[in-house]
Protein backbone atom coordinates (compact mmCIF):
# COMPACT_ATOMS: atom_id res chain seq x y z
CA UNK A 1 0.00 0.00 0.00
CA UNK A 2 1.17 3.69 -0.51
CA UNK A 3 2.26 5.37 2.12
CA UNK A 4 0.23 8.48 1.61
CA UNK A 5 -3.86 8.44 2.60
CA UNK A 6 -6.10 7.18 0.20
CA UNK A 7 -9.87 6.29 1.20
CA UNK A 8 -10.07 3.20 -1.23
CA UNK A 9 -8.65 -0.24 -0.59
CA UNK A 10 -6.03 -1.73 -2.83
CA UNK A 11 -7.82 -4.42 -5.21
CA UNK A 12 -6.15 -7.85 -5.88
CA UNK A 13 -8.10 -9.88 -8.38
CA UNK A 14 -6.53 -13.35 -8.11
CA UNK A 15 -8.72 -15.61 -5.80
CA UNK A 16 -7.24 -17.62 -3.30
CA UNK A 17 -5.42 -20.67 -4.38
CA UNK A 18 -6.56 -22.27 -1.00
CA UNK A 19 -9.32 -21.78 1.43
CA UNK A 20 -9.38 -22.46 5.23
CA UNK A 21 -12.36 -24.00 6.95
CA UNK A 22 -14.58 -21.38 7.99
CA UNK A 23 -16.52 -23.27 10.83
CA UNK A 24 -20.26 -21.15 11.98
CA UNK A 25 -19.66 -20.04 15.68
CA UNK A 26 -20.50 -17.86 17.91
CA UNK A 27 -17.52 -15.21 19.37
CA UNK A 28 -17.89 -13.57 22.55
CA UNK A 29 -14.46 -12.64 22.80
CA UNK A 30 -14.63 -9.30 21.95
CA UNK A 31 -17.37 -8.21 24.72
CA UNK A 32 -14.62 -9.16 27.41
CA UNK A 33 -11.88 -7.46 26.05
CA UNK A 34 -14.41 -3.84 25.16
CA UNK A 35 -15.29 -4.64 28.77
CA UNK A 36 -11.95 -4.27 30.03
CA UNK A 37 -10.41 -1.61 27.77
CA UNK A 38 -13.82 0.59 28.53
CA UNK A 39 -12.82 -0.01 32.20
CA UNK A 40 -9.41 0.83 31.42
CA UNK A 41 -10.33 4.24 29.89
CA UNK A 42 -12.76 5.42 32.49
CA UNK A 43 -10.82 4.45 35.62
CA UNK A 44 -7.10 3.89 35.24
CA UNK A 45 -6.90 1.13 37.29
CA UNK A 46 -3.02 1.32 36.93
CA UNK A 47 -2.93 0.58 40.42
CA UNK A 48 -4.32 -2.99 40.24
CA UNK A 49 -2.80 -4.10 37.03
CA UNK A 50 0.51 -3.82 39.11
CA UNK A 51 -0.30 -7.62 40.74
CA UNK A 52 2.30 -9.82 39.37
CA UNK A 53 -0.42 -12.15 39.82
CA UNK A 54 -2.47 -10.73 37.30
CA UNK A 55 0.49 -10.05 34.77
CA UNK A 56 1.17 -14.31 34.73
CA UNK A 57 -2.17 -14.89 33.10
CA UNK A 58 -1.01 -12.51 29.90
CA UNK A 59 0.25 -14.17 27.25
CA UNK A 60 2.34 -12.09 25.28
CA UNK A 61 2.52 -12.70 21.23
CA UNK A 62 4.74 -10.43 18.59
CA UNK A 63 2.96 -10.78 15.00
CA UNK A 64 3.78 -7.60 13.96
CA UNK A 65 6.81 -8.54 12.08
CA UNK A 66 4.52 -10.42 9.71
CA UNK A 67 2.85 -7.50 8.56
CA UNK A 68 3.69 -6.06 5.30
CA UNK A 69 3.14 -2.83 4.24
CA UNK A 70 1.74 -0.97 7.60
CA UNK A 71 0.65 2.49 6.75
CA UNK A 72 2.43 5.72 8.16
CA UNK A 73 0.46 7.26 11.37
CA UNK A 74 -0.66 10.27 11.17
CA UNK A 75 0.99 12.85 13.54
CA UNK A 76 -1.70 15.41 14.53
CA UNK A 77 -0.93 18.38 16.57
CA UNK A 78 -0.04 18.07 20.19
CA UNK A 79 1.91 16.11 23.11
CA UNK A 80 -0.11 13.25 22.48
CA UNK A 81 -1.23 10.96 19.59
CA UNK A 82 -4.24 9.05 18.95
CA UNK A 83 -3.76 5.48 20.01
CA UNK A 84 -5.89 2.27 17.86
CA UNK A 85 -6.50 -0.94 19.67
CA UNK A 86 -7.70 -3.72 17.16
CA UNK A 87 -9.57 -6.35 19.43
CA UNK A 88 -10.17 -9.61 17.91
CA UNK A 89 -12.41 -12.53 19.14
CA UNK A 90 -11.40 -16.11 18.65
CA UNK A 91 -13.74 -18.47 19.17
CA UNK A 92 -11.98 -21.54 19.68
CA UNK A 93 -12.51 -24.57 21.48
CA UNK A 94 -9.24 -25.96 22.47
CA UNK A 95 -8.32 -24.96 26.50
CA UNK A 96 -9.57 -25.37 29.74
CA UNK A 97 -13.08 -23.39 29.60
CA UNK A 98 -13.45 -23.28 25.74
CA UNK A 99 -15.91 -26.40 24.96
CA UNK A 100 -18.81 -25.03 25.90
CA UNK A 101 -21.30 -26.06 23.18
CA UNK A 102 -19.85 -29.21 22.24
CA UNK A 103 -18.30 -28.09 19.18
CA UNK A 104 -14.65 -28.50 18.54
CA UNK A 105 -11.79 -27.21 16.17
CA UNK A 106 -8.82 -24.29 16.38
CA UNK A 107 -9.38 -20.59 16.39
CA UNK A 108 -12.24 -18.86 13.91
CA UNK A 109 -13.02 -14.68 14.76
CA UNK A 110 -16.72 -14.06 14.22
CA UNK A 111 -16.04 -10.31 15.10
CA UNK A 112 -13.34 -7.59 14.97
CA UNK A 113 -13.71 -3.98 16.82
CA UNK A 114 -11.46 -1.08 16.57
CA UNK A 115 -10.78 0.98 19.28
CA UNK A 116 -9.81 4.47 18.62
CA UNK A 117 -8.88 6.80 21.26
CA UNK A 118 -8.69 10.28 20.65
CA UNK A 119 -5.21 12.14 20.74
CA UNK A 120 -6.92 15.10 23.28
CA UNK A 121 -8.46 12.49 25.22
CA UNK A 122 -11.60 13.36 25.38
CA UNK A 123 -13.24 11.04 23.32
CA UNK A 124 -13.54 6.99 22.02
CA UNK A 125 -15.38 4.47 19.55
CA UNK A 126 -15.35 1.57 19.48
CA UNK A 127 -16.10 0.07 15.61
CA UNK A 128 -17.58 -3.05 14.97
CA UNK A 129 -16.76 -5.09 11.84
CA UNK A 130 -19.35 -7.10 10.53
CA UNK A 131 -17.90 -10.71 10.46
CA UNK A 132 -19.82 -11.73 7.00
CA UNK A 133 -18.45 -8.55 5.39
CA UNK A 134 -17.05 -9.64 2.23
CA UNK A 135 -13.90 -7.64 1.37
CA UNK A 136 -10.53 -7.74 -0.64
CA UNK A 137 -8.14 -9.24 1.30
CA UNK A 138 -4.30 -8.98 0.72
CA UNK A 139 -1.62 -11.61 0.83
CA UNK A 140 -0.55 -12.44 4.22
CA UNK A 141 1.31 -14.66 6.54
CA UNK A 142 5.23 -14.74 7.36
CA UNK A 143 6.47 -15.23 3.54
CA UNK A 144 2.76 -13.98 2.23
CA UNK A 145 2.01 -17.60 1.33
CA UNK A 146 -2.04 -17.33 2.43
CA UNK A 147 -3.03 -15.52 -0.91
CA UNK A 148 -5.73 -12.87 -1.20
CA UNK A 149 -8.59 -12.28 -3.31
CA UNK A 150 -11.95 -10.52 -3.91
CA UNK A 151 -15.01 -10.87 -2.01
CA UNK A 152 -13.18 -12.61 0.96
CA UNK A 153 -15.40 -13.03 4.08
CA UNK A 154 -13.43 -11.04 6.78
CA UNK A 155 -13.09 -13.36 9.43
CA UNK A 156 -11.76 -16.16 6.91
CA UNK A 157 -8.40 -13.60 7.78
CA UNK A 158 -8.40 -15.22 11.25
CA UNK A 159 -8.99 -18.43 10.50
CA UNK A 160 -6.15 -18.33 7.57
CA UNK A 161 -3.40 -16.67 9.45
CA UNK A 162 -5.04 -15.24 13.00
CA UNK A 163 -4.08 -12.09 14.20
CA UNK A 164 -1.59 -11.04 11.68
CA UNK A 165 -3.57 -11.88 8.83
CA UNK A 166 -6.49 -9.94 10.44
CA UNK A 167 -4.29 -6.95 11.19
CA UNK A 168 -2.76 -6.54 7.67
CA UNK A 169 -6.53 -7.20 6.39
CA UNK A 170 -7.60 -4.00 8.48
CA UNK A 171 -4.65 -1.82 7.97
CA UNK A 172 -4.70 -2.29 3.88
CA UNK A 173 -8.24 -1.96 3.90
CA UNK A 174 -8.45 1.33 6.36
CA UNK A 175 -5.04 2.46 5.88
CA UNK A 176 -5.04 3.02 9.85
CA UNK A 177 -2.01 2.11 11.50
CA UNK A 178 -2.53 -0.40 14.59
CA UNK A 179 -0.47 0.29 17.57
CA UNK A 180 -1.66 -2.89 19.63
CA UNK A 181 -3.90 -5.72 19.43
CA UNK A 182 -5.86 -8.22 22.08
CA UNK A 183 -7.11 -11.53 21.12
CA UNK A 184 -9.69 -13.20 23.98
CA UNK A 185 -11.06 -16.53 23.98
CA UNK A 186 -14.44 -17.83 25.92
CA UNK A 187 -12.19 -18.66 29.18
CA UNK A 188 -13.05 -16.84 32.35
CA UNK A 189 -16.03 -15.16 30.57
CA UNK A 190 -18.91 -16.84 33.46
CA UNK A 191 -16.05 -15.64 36.28
CA UNK A 192 -15.68 -12.25 34.65
CA UNK A 193 -19.29 -11.13 34.63
CA UNK A 194 -19.61 -13.63 38.14
CA UNK A 195 -17.17 -11.42 40.08
CA UNK A 196 -19.50 -8.19 39.15
CA UNK A 197 -22.57 -9.99 40.57
CA UNK A 198 -23.67 -10.05 37.04
CA UNK A 199 -25.05 -7.75 33.96
CA UNK A 200 -28.13 -5.91 33.15
CA UNK A 201 -30.47 -6.87 30.33
CA UNK A 202 -33.62 -6.55 29.12
CA UNK A 203 -35.04 -9.48 26.88
CA UNK A 204 -38.65 -8.83 25.17
CA UNK A 205 -39.50 -12.81 24.09
CA UNK A 206 -38.31 -16.09 25.45
CA UNK A 207 -35.09 -17.17 23.84
CA UNK A 208 -35.00 -20.66 22.99
CA UNK A 209 -32.11 -22.20 20.64
CA UNK A 210 -31.77 -26.15 21.19
CA UNK A 211 -29.42 -26.41 19.02
CA UNK A 212 -26.59 -24.66 21.01
CA UNK A 213 -28.10 -25.43 24.30
CA UNK A 214 -29.56 -22.38 24.50
CA UNK A 215 -32.54 -21.18 27.02
CA UNK A 216 -33.17 -17.61 27.92
CA UNK A 217 -36.49 -16.54 29.91
CA UNK A 218 -37.79 -13.12 28.86
CA UNK A 219 -37.77 -10.34 31.62
CA UNK A 220 -35.55 -7.31 32.48
CA UNK A 221 -32.76 -8.40 35.55
CA UNK A 222 -28.97 -9.52 35.93
CA UNK A 223 -27.76 -12.18 33.88
CA UNK A 224 -24.78 -14.14 35.56
CA UNK A 225 -21.93 -16.63 34.33
CA UNK A 226 -23.51 -20.04 31.55
CA UNK A 227 -26.57 -17.44 30.95
CA UNK A 228 -24.28 -14.34 30.05
CA UNK A 229 -22.46 -16.53 27.94
CA UNK A 230 -25.31 -18.01 26.05
CA UNK A 231 -27.09 -14.57 25.49
CA UNK A 232 -23.98 -12.75 23.99
CA UNK A 233 -23.71 -15.69 21.99
CA UNK A 234 -27.05 -16.39 20.68
CA UNK A 235 -27.92 -15.24 16.96
CA UNK A 236 -30.81 -17.54 16.00
CA UNK A 237 -34.63 -17.48 17.94
CA UNK A 238 -33.87 -13.96 18.56
CA UNK A 239 -34.82 -10.30 17.07
CA UNK A 240 -34.22 -11.15 13.00
CA UNK A 241 -31.89 -13.42 13.22
CA UNK A 242 -28.77 -12.12 11.73
CA UNK A 243 -25.29 -11.59 12.71
CA UNK A 244 -26.61 -8.10 13.09
CA UNK A 245 -28.92 -7.83 15.64
CA UNK A 246 -25.98 -10.29 17.90
CA UNK A 247 -23.43 -7.23 17.14
CA UNK A 248 -26.24 -4.28 18.78
CA UNK A 249 -26.70 -6.95 21.83
CA UNK A 250 -23.40 -7.58 22.34
CA UNK A 251 -22.21 -3.78 22.13
CA UNK A 252 -25.47 -3.12 24.75
CA UNK A 253 -24.04 -5.83 26.72
CA UNK A 254 -20.73 -4.35 26.66
CA UNK A 255 -22.18 -0.68 27.81
CA UNK A 256 -24.19 -2.20 30.64
CA UNK A 257 -21.14 -4.00 32.01
CA UNK A 258 -18.47 -0.78 31.75
CA UNK A 259 -21.99 1.07 33.23
CA UNK A 260 -22.40 -1.26 36.36
CA UNK A 261 -18.81 -1.71 36.83
CA UNK A 262 -19.01 2.46 37.42
CA UNK A 263 -21.73 2.84 39.51
CA UNK A 264 -22.29 -0.54 41.42
CA UNK A 265 -19.38 -0.03 43.83
CA UNK A 266 -17.45 -2.53 41.83
CA UNK A 267 -14.35 -0.33 42.36
CA UNK A 268 -14.25 -0.02 45.65
CA UNK A 269 -14.39 -3.71 46.60
CA UNK A 270 -10.66 -5.14 45.71
CA UNK A 271 -12.57 -9.23 45.72
CA UNK A 272 -15.34 -7.62 42.70
CA UNK A 273 -12.38 -5.74 40.95
CA UNK A 274 -9.38 -8.23 41.35
CA UNK A 275 -11.95 -11.51 40.50
CA UNK A 276 -12.90 -9.34 37.30
CA UNK A 277 -9.56 -8.94 36.16
CA UNK A 278 -8.47 -12.21 36.90
CA UNK A 279 -10.89 -13.90 34.62
CA UNK A 280 -9.92 -11.16 31.84
CA UNK A 281 -6.45 -11.58 31.63
CA UNK A 282 -6.71 -15.71 31.84
CA UNK A 283 -8.10 -15.07 28.42
CA UNK A 284 -5.46 -12.09 26.89
CA UNK A 285 -2.98 -12.18 23.94
CA UNK A 286 -1.22 -9.42 23.57
CA UNK A 287 1.64 -7.17 21.41
CA UNK A 288 4.38 -6.47 23.20
CA UNK A 289 3.19 -2.70 24.09
CA UNK A 290 0.79 -4.40 25.96
CA UNK A 291 2.95 -6.80 27.79
CA UNK A 292 1.92 -6.31 31.52
CA UNK A 293 -0.73 -4.91 33.12
CA UNK A 294 0.78 -1.70 34.52
CA UNK A 295 1.51 -0.78 30.68
CA UNK A 296 -2.36 -1.27 29.82
CA UNK A 297 -3.31 0.26 33.60
CA UNK A 298 -1.27 2.92 32.06
CA UNK A 299 -3.18 3.56 28.98
CA UNK A 300 -6.26 3.80 31.19
CA UNK A 301 -4.90 6.51 33.36
CA UNK A 302 -4.43 9.22 30.12
CA UNK A 303 -8.42 8.08 29.91
CA UNK A 304 -9.74 8.51 33.28
CA UNK A 305 -11.50 11.73 32.45
CA UNK A 306 -12.87 10.58 29.62
CA UNK A 307 -16.70 10.26 30.83
CA UNK A 308 -18.73 7.14 29.63
CA UNK A 309 -21.29 9.09 27.74
CA UNK A 310 -17.97 10.15 25.08
CA UNK A 311 -17.13 6.08 24.67
CA UNK A 312 -19.21 5.34 21.48
CA UNK A 313 -19.62 1.71 19.77
CA UNK A 314 -20.97 1.72 16.10
CA UNK A 315 -20.80 -0.51 13.19
CA UNK A 316 -19.15 0.07 10.05
CA UNK A 317 -21.71 1.59 7.82
CA UNK A 318 -23.06 -1.65 5.72
CA UNK A 319 -25.70 -2.88 3.60
CA UNK A 320 -26.62 -6.32 2.30
CA UNK A 321 -25.01 -7.61 -1.11
CA UNK A 322 -27.69 -7.97 -3.65
CA UNK A 323 -25.92 -10.66 -5.45
CA UNK A 324 -27.75 -14.00 -5.10
CA UNK A 325 -24.56 -15.79 -4.52
CA UNK A 326 -23.55 -13.72 -1.76
CA UNK A 327 -27.01 -13.84 -0.31
CA UNK A 328 -26.81 -13.00 3.32
CA UNK A 329 -23.35 -11.05 2.86
CA UNK A 330 -22.68 -7.16 3.64
CA UNK A 331 -20.69 -4.90 1.99
CA UNK A 332 -19.16 -1.47 3.35
CA UNK A 333 -21.27 1.47 1.83
CA UNK A 334 -18.89 4.65 0.60
CA UNK A 335 -19.96 6.21 4.30
CA UNK A 336 -17.28 3.77 5.16
CA UNK A 337 -14.45 5.80 3.38
CA UNK A 338 -15.50 8.70 5.68
CA UNK A 339 -15.39 6.90 8.94
CA UNK A 340 -11.85 5.35 8.22
CA UNK A 341 -10.74 8.92 7.21
CA UNK A 342 -11.68 10.58 10.20
CA UNK A 343 -10.32 8.13 12.95
CA UNK A 344 -6.95 7.72 10.68
CA UNK A 345 -6.88 11.77 11.36
CA UNK A 346 -8.15 11.70 14.73
CA UNK A 347 -10.97 13.72 13.84
CA UNK A 348 -14.91 14.04 15.91
CA UNK A 349 -17.14 11.61 14.03
CA UNK A 350 -20.36 13.11 12.43
CA UNK A 351 -23.88 12.81 13.52
CA UNK A 352 -24.60 10.89 10.27
CA UNK A 353 -21.47 8.41 11.29
CA UNK A 354 -22.78 8.07 15.01
CA UNK A 355 -26.32 7.84 13.84
CA UNK A 356 -27.81 4.87 15.77
CA UNK A 357 -24.33 4.17 18.24
CA UNK A 358 -24.46 2.84 21.51
CA UNK A 359 -22.69 5.08 24.31
CA UNK A 360 -21.38 3.23 27.58
CA UNK A 361 -23.44 5.67 29.80
CA UNK A 362 -26.77 5.03 28.17
CA UNK A 363 -27.07 1.10 27.38
CA UNK A 364 -30.14 0.90 25.07
CA UNK A 365 -32.96 -1.85 24.90
CA UNK A 366 -33.15 -1.76 28.65
CA UNK A 367 -36.16 0.37 28.91
CA UNK A 368 -34.53 3.45 29.08
CA UNK A 369 -33.68 5.07 26.51
CA UNK A 370 -35.25 3.77 23.30
CA UNK A 371 -34.01 6.18 20.61
CA UNK A 372 -30.03 4.83 20.71
CA UNK A 373 -31.00 1.78 19.06
CA UNK A 374 -31.21 3.06 15.88
CA UNK A 375 -30.02 0.54 13.26
CA UNK A 376 -26.37 1.00 12.51
CA UNK A 377 -27.52 -0.32 8.85
CA UNK A 378 -29.29 2.50 7.93
CA UNK A 379 -28.45 2.91 4.00
CA UNK A 380 -29.76 6.98 4.06
CA UNK A 381 -27.31 9.10 3.84
CA UNK A 382 -28.65 12.44 5.45
CA UNK A 383 -25.45 15.48 4.57
CA UNK A 384 -22.76 14.76 6.74
CA UNK A 385 -21.76 17.36 9.22
CA UNK A 386 -18.64 18.80 10.40
CA UNK A 387 -19.14 17.82 14.15
CA UNK A 388 -21.69 15.93 16.57
CA UNK A 389 -24.89 17.76 17.11
CA UNK A 390 -26.00 18.37 20.44
CA UNK A 391 -28.23 15.96 21.95
CA UNK A 392 -31.93 16.72 20.85
CA UNK A 393 -34.83 14.61 22.13
CA UNK A 394 -36.22 12.51 19.87
CA UNK A 395 -39.58 13.23 17.71
CA UNK A 396 -42.41 10.58 17.53
CA UNK A 397 -41.29 8.84 14.40
CA UNK A 398 -37.49 8.29 15.45
CA UNK A 399 -38.89 6.88 18.77
CA UNK A 400 -41.55 4.58 16.85
CA UNK A 401 -38.59 3.82 14.65
CA UNK A 402 -36.35 2.96 17.44
CA UNK A 403 -38.91 0.87 18.85
CA UNK A 404 -38.60 -1.54 15.69
CA UNK A 405 -35.16 -1.29 15.62
CA UNK A 406 -34.92 -2.49 19.44
CA UNK A 407 -37.41 -5.18 18.85
CA UNK A 408 -35.50 -6.30 15.57
CA UNK A 409 -32.22 -6.88 17.99
CA UNK A 410 -33.73 -8.63 20.69
CA UNK A 411 -34.07 -5.93 22.80
CA UNK A 412 -36.45 -4.08 24.82
CA UNK A 413 -37.54 -0.89 23.59
Known sequence: MSETETDESSERPAAPKRRGRVKKKHTVGYVLLSSLVVLALVTGLAVVFLYRSLNGNLNVVDVMGEVDNSPDKVKVEGPKQPINVLVMGSDTREGEGNQIDGESGAAGSDTTILFHLSADRTRAYGVSIPRDSLVTRPDCGKDNEIEGGTDQMWNAAYS???????????????????????????????????????????????????????????GKRDIKGAEALSYVRVRYDVGDGSDISRISRQQTFIA??????????????????????????????????????????????????????????????????????????????????????????????????????????????????????????????????????????????????????????????
Not at 302 to 314: E, K, M, T
Not at 361 to 376: F, K, L, R, V, Y
Open 160 to 218: LGEQACTIEQFQELTDIAIDHYVVLDFNGFRDMVDAIDGVPVCIPEDIEDPEHNISIPR
Open 256 to 413: AMAKKVISGGTLTRPDRLIGFLRAVTRSLTVDPGLKNLSKIGGLGVQFQSIGLDNIQFLTVPFAYDQREEFSGRVVWLPEADSLWRKLRNDEPLSKRLTSGAIDAANAPGQGESPSDTESPSSTESPSETTSPSAPQSPTAEETEQAAEDAAANGLCA
